[in-house]
């Protein structure tokens, strides 16, 4: 970045001084028209000319050794120059020199009109240098996320071998995974970019593979906790309509047949493996047990109708 800087500052200059010196040398005709005066601003210009021309292929040839591209424009526009400046060279030694001034001045505007275009083309074109350094930038951020998404899903692993899930396949995954990151890490740090993106390519698979697998742990981990409630909640209900019936307490005997009824709901939703209609329907249930508790409040403390746990704190999973 340095080094376009300095090349655009050296074009800068250069333009600067060509259009500056080329119109207070023109400008003088307007004062002196004798045929010394003609002779010396046409050398003068000549001289500009040749010291802009060198200063011209000085910033071409930087700008190719740091693999940008001359735009075609730019190098007619010179070549151009070149051949004016070779017709006013003829010119000033036939004595014709106005006419030499004309042509080295057409010359001096090729030039700029070269220089202008590499301007602009220093400011839009990257090295290879940038190319790298902003290629590695972007694999250096992936990196790290996937390090971050490896990592969650580590947590989800050890989770699921928590509650008995085999996560031997999950965990043989999860090294691969690594391996590729730090394989991307190493041939990142060592400028072997491709070799590090291909890296990055696999693990991405990988992990999204292994999200999918992991998706489908929680779902199955959701069920079976499901399952576990629903026959927590049966149990629990049985022992309320049992001391409900005892009392012949019916607001609470309708009030757990309205939980029946939303817990044999829940069942069918979750033999279809519709998960939100399940908690949905469990909810309802849940809510029904807690009224018939209340309705026998009157006549038992709800301690005394069950010995597991009582129904308001219950939760649905």
Not at 64 to 84: H, M, R
Not at 201 to 217: G, N, P, Q, S
Not at 285 to 305: F, G, Q
Request: hydrophobic content about 45%.
């Amino acid at each position: 970045m340095h080094l376009k800087l300095a090349l655009k500052q050296l074009a800068i200059s250069t333009l600067i001084v060509i259009t500056l010196l080329a119109v207070i040398l023109s400008s003088a005709a307007i004062a002196t028209q004798d045929a010394t005066t003609l002779k010396d601003r046409a050398v003068s210009l000549f001289t500009l000319f040749e010291k802009a021309n060198v200063t011209v292929a000085k910033v071409f040839s930087q700008l190719e050794a740091t693999d940008v591209e001359i735009p075609p424009a730019c190098i007619e526009q010179q070549n151009q120059a070149s051949l004016f400046a070779d017709e006013a060279q003829n010119l000033l030694q036939a004595g014709n020199y106005s006419e030499a001034e004309s042509k080295i001045i057409q010359a001096l505007q090729k030039l700029k009109d070269a220089l202008k275009a590499v301007y602009t083309n220093i400011s839009e074109q990257p090295t290879e240098t940038e190319l790298a350094l902003e290629r590695t930038a972007q694999l250096k951020s992936s990196i790290s996320r996937y390090y971050e998404q490896l990592q969650q899903l580590v947590n989800l692993t050890r989770f699921a071998a928590s509650v008995g899930y085999n996560s031997t396949a999950l965990e043989t995954e999860i090294q691969t995974i690594k391996t590729l990151l730090n394989n991307a890490s190493s041939n990142m740090a060592e400028g072997r970019l491709e070799i590090a993106s291909a890296n990055l390519a696999d693990a991405k698979v990988l992990i999204e593979k292994l999200v999918d697998t992991l998706t489908r742990v929680a779902a199955e981990l959701k069920v079976q906790r499901v399952e576990a409630y629903i026959a927590q909640t049966e149990v629990r209900l049985g022992e309320i309509k049992e001391t409900a019936r005892s009392l012949s307490n019916l607001a609470s005997l309708a009030a757990v047949d309205d939980a029946e009824a939303s817990l044999n709901n829940a069942k069918e939703y979750l033999e279809k493996q519709q998960i939100d209609e399940t908690l949905s329907a469990l909810a309802s249930s849940r809510a029904s047990e807690e009224e018939a508790v209340e309705y026998l409040k009157p006549t038992v403390s709800s301690a005394n109708i069950t010995s597991s746990s009582a129904p308001t704190a219950v939760q649905v999973p």
